[in-house]
C-alpha cells in the first residue's frame, strides 16, 4: 500500500496525490472503477510516448472500449493556441462527454495544455495528471494551474483546474534526461529554503558525487516537497498570501528566463541562480543565512555564462517589469532564517542591484 498525500481545496473536492513505483495498473484500476464510462482520453507526450505508451494504451484497452490517444509534441511550443485546438479537434471529434475522464501523462507542458483543455471543453472534464517528470512532480501538477502561451507572454490563458488525482510513478524517471533531473532539483532545494532543511542533507545523498540514485529511491523526497506544495496550495487556494512562498528565487529567475529568450535557462537553472540572489538580499536584511546549501548542489549545474553580461539595471529594470509586480515595486520572498519565509515589498533599488551583482560575481 502506498501512502497518500490529500489536497483539500476549497472550491473542489479534495483529490490525493500518490507516489510510487511502476503503479500503471493502481491507475487504471482507480480509473476503471471512478468512471463509469466506455471512452477515456489519453494525452501524452512525445518522448514519453516513444518509450511507455505502448504499455499505457493496451493497459487502458484492457478497461475502456474506446482509448482516444493524442500525442503532444514534445516542448514549449506544444503550450500554444494552435495545440489547444488540435486537441480540441481530436478529442471532440471523437464524441465525448462530460464525464470522459482526460488522462494527461507527461511533464509540466503536457500537464498545462492537457489541464486546460480538461477545464474548457464541455465546460470541464475530468482530470488524471500522471506526471512524468520529477519538476512536475514536485510542483507543476499540483496545484491546479491549467494554461497555455499567447504571442504576447507566457501562461498567459488558462484557468485554475483541480484534478481528480495525481499519479506520481518513479519509473517514467529511469528515461529523463540528466538536465530535467536538475530542473526538478531546484524546486526541491526551494521547498528545503522554505520549509523544511532536512531536504538539503536527503537530496545530498540522493546526488552524491553527480550519481543520481535509482529513480525508486527518490519516493520519499518527491512526496515529502509534494507534501510541502499541497499544504501551502490548500492554504491559499487561489494564489494571495502564502502561495507566494512558493516564489521564493523565482523574481529574479524569470529575469533570466527572459534575457535568455526561454532557451538559454532552464525554469530549474534560473531558479536556481534566483535562490543566491534571494539568500544573498535576505542576509542584507538581517538574516544569517550560510550558502552551504545551495554550493553543495552547483556541480549539477551548467549555467550559461552570456545572461550575466546584462547591466545591472537593466536586470532590475526587467524584475520592475515582470507580470506581477505592481507599480514597479518588486516583491521578493525572503528568508528570516532557513523554513522561515516572509515577503516583503522592496523600495531599496540598491538591494536588487547588489543582488544581481552577487550572482554575477557567482556565475558570470
Ligand atoms: P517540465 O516538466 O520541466 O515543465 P516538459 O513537459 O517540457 O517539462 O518536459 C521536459 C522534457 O522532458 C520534454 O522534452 C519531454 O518530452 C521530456 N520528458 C518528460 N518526461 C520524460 C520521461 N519520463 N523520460 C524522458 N523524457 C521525458
Ligand atoms: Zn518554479
Same mark, same amino acid.
Given at each position: 500500500m502506498f501512502s497518500q498525500l490529500t489536497l483539500k481545496t476549497s472550491y473542489s473536492d479534495e483529490y490525493f496525490i500518490k507516489v510510487g513505483y511502476d503503479i500503471r495498473n493502481e491507475v487504471i484500476g482507480f480509473l476503471a472503477q471512478g468512471f463509469s464510462t466506455s471512452k477515456i482520453i489519453m494525452v501524452i507526450d512525445g518522448n514519453v510516448d516513444n518509450t511507455f505508451g505502448e504499455d499505457w494504451f493496451n493497459d487502458l484497452k484492457k478497461s475502456f472500449k474506446h482509448v482516444v490517444k493524442c500525442v503532444v509534441p514534445s516542448g514549449e511550443k506544444s503550450k500554444s493556441l494552435s495545440s489547444y485546438n488540435q486537441l480540441l479537434d481530436n478529442i471532440l471529434s471523437s464524441g465525448i462527454e462530460r464525464k470522459t475522464p482526460l488522462l494527461a501523462i507527461g511533464g509540466g507542458v503536457t500537464g498545462d495544455l492537457a489541464g486546460y483543455v480538461a477545464a474548457s471543453v464541455l465546460r470541464g472534464i475530468p482530470l488524471i495528471h500522471v506526471p512524468t517528470t520529477l519538476l512536475a512532480m514536485v510542483d507543476s501538477s499540483i496545484g491546479g494551474k491549467t494554461g497555455i502561451n499567447h504571442s504576447t507572454g507566457k501562461n498567459l490563458i488558462g484557468a485554475f483546474y483541480q484534478p481528480k488525482a495525481v499519479f506520481s510513478d518513479l519509473k517514467f524517471l529511469e528515461t529523463l534526461p540528466e538536465k530535467e533531473w536538475v530542473n526538478g532539483i531546484s524546486e526541491i532545494l526551494k521547498c528545503g529554503f522554505i520549509n523544511d532543511p532536512s531536504i538539503f542533507e536527503e537530496l545530498k545523498e540522493l546526488t552524491r558525487e553527480g550519481d543520481f540514485s535509482p529513480a525508486k529511491e527518490w519516493k520519499h523526497l518527491v512526496e515529502k516537497s509534494a507534501a510541502i506544495k499541497v499544504h501551502i496550495v490548500a492554504r491559499d487556494v487561489k494564489e494571495s498570501g502564502i502561495r507566494e512562498f512558493l516564489n521564493f528565487g523565482h523574481t529574479f529567475a524569470h529575469v533570466l528566463e527572459r534575457i535568455g529568450e526561454y532557451t538559454d535557462y532552464s525554469h530549474g537553472e534560473a531558479v536556481y541562480v534566483g535562490m543566491w540572489a534571494a539568500v544573498f538580499a535576505s542576509n542584507k536584511l538581517g538574516a544569517d543565512i550560510g550558502i552551504?546549501?545551495?554550493?553543495?548542489?552547483?556541480? #549539477?549545474?551548467?549555467?550559461? &555564462?552570456?545572461?550575466? +553580461? *546584462?547591466? *545591472?539595471?537593466?536586470?532590475?529594470?526587467?524584475? +520592475?517589469?515582470?507580470?506581477?509586480? +505592481?507599480?514597479?515595486?518588486?516583491? #521578493?520572498?525572503?528568508? &528570516?532564517?532557513?523554513? +522561515?519565509?516572509y515577503t516583503r515589498t522592496i523600495s531599496d533599488k540598491q538591494l536588487l542591484n547588489s543582488s544581481w551583482d552577487y550572482v554575477k560575481e557567482i556565475f558570470g
Open positions: 552551504a546549501n545551495l554550493k553543495d548542489f552547483k556541480s #549539477l549545474y551548467d549555467v550559461y &555564462k552570456d545572461g550575466f +553580461q *546584462t547591466n *545591472t539595471d537593466e536586470l532590475v529594470s526587467l524584475m +520592475q517589469k515582470d507580470k506581477k509586480v +505592481q507599480n514597479e515595486k518588486v516583491r #521578493l520572498v525572503l528568508l &528570516k532564517s532557513l523554513g +522561515q519565509p
